[in-house]
């Protein structure tokens, strides 16, 4: 089993910044990818960002790509999303998760889950 839990959300205006933090505890996949995905409320889960255990690759969806970074800290089994420019659309419940193997980008990919941290951005 696999324990993913998300930190670091909040209100904040419009250009500004957060960094959300997921945990890893339990079997870590370290061949694998960690991802963040976020809800918008009414819409599907979508993807962020995401990054490899083992090299450190990463990816990006077009609309965050410049503003977003995804870090991860192998020794704390921390997975980071650094957020700048903060815009209201960024506003959504993220999530991290853990997959083994499969489309980084699709959510059926993905075989654990965190609980979701709140990200609301004010114009």
């Known amino acids: 089993q696999v324990q993913l839990v998300e930190s670091g959300g909040g209100l904040v205006q419009a250009g500004g910044s957060l960094r959300l933090s997921c945990a890893v505890s339990?079997?870590?996949?370290?061949?694998?990818?960690m991802g963040w995905f976020r809800q918008a409320p009414g819409k599907e889960r979508m993807f962020v960002a995401a990054i490899g255990w083992s090299f450190g690759s990463t990816a990006y969806a077009d609309s965050v790509k410049g503003r977003f970074t995804i870090s991860r800290d192998n020794a704390k089994n921390t997975v980071y999303l650094q957020m700048n420019s903060l815009k209201p659309e960024d506003t959504a419940v993220y999530y991290c998760?853990?997959?083994?193997?499969?489309?980084?980008?699709?959510?059926?990919?993905?075989?654990?889950w965190g609980q979701g941290t709140q990200v609301t951005v004010s114009s």
């Open positions: 998760a853990a997959v083994a193997s499969g489309s980084i980008y699709y959510v059926g990919s993905y075989n654990y």
């Open positions: 339990g079997r870590t996949y370290r061949n694998g990818y």
